[in-house]
């Protein structure tokens, strides 16, 4: 099973990027799939979940209205476009699968344990 997150950059403030997470090994129908990020010197941050149970997707309050997971029809690529880019958004991000479908816990947190893990892509976002 490999998950190879790509489509990083260096984009001015304001502007938009798209990541790709490429799944091999894998259906993605059959896995939750999760976007990540961790910025310099601070944790890592769940970004957003696309549920197979419900077939929602969630997303941080930091990125809701900007930022929109989507899978292709192959179902071998799950995109995560991103608008409105803030320096603030600067990390790497990773994508993440996890058989187990669903995104939330019992209390509503996002899951946070996974997988799979793809390897990184870095976002830099100038201001």
């Known amino acids: 099973v490999q998950l190879q997150a790509s489509g990083g950059g260096l984009v001015q403030a304001g502007g938009s990027l798209r990541l790709s997470c490429a799944a091999s090994?894998?259906?993605?129908?059959?896995?939750?799939i999760a976007w990540f990020r961790q910025a310099p010197g601070k944790e890592r941050e769940w970004v957003s979940c696309?549920?197979?149970?419900?077939?929602?997707?969630y997303y941080v309050d930091s990125v809701k209205g900007r930022f929109t997971v989507s899978e292709d029809n192959a179902k071998t690529t799950v995109s995560l476009q991103m608008n409105s880019l803030k320096p603030e958004d600067t990390a790497v991000y990773y994508c993440?699968?996890?058989?187990?479908?669903?995104?939330?816990?019992?209390?509503?947190?996002?899951?946070?344990?996974?997988?799979?893990w793809g390897q990184g892509t870095q976002v830099t976002v100038s201001s």
């Open positions: 993440a699968a996890d058989s187990r479908q669903y995104c939330t816990n019992y209390d509503g947190s996002p899951k946070l344990n996974y997988d799979y």
């Open positions: 090994g894998l259906r993605l129908d059959d896995y939750a």
């Open positions: 696309m549920d197979k149970t419900n077939l929602r997707i």
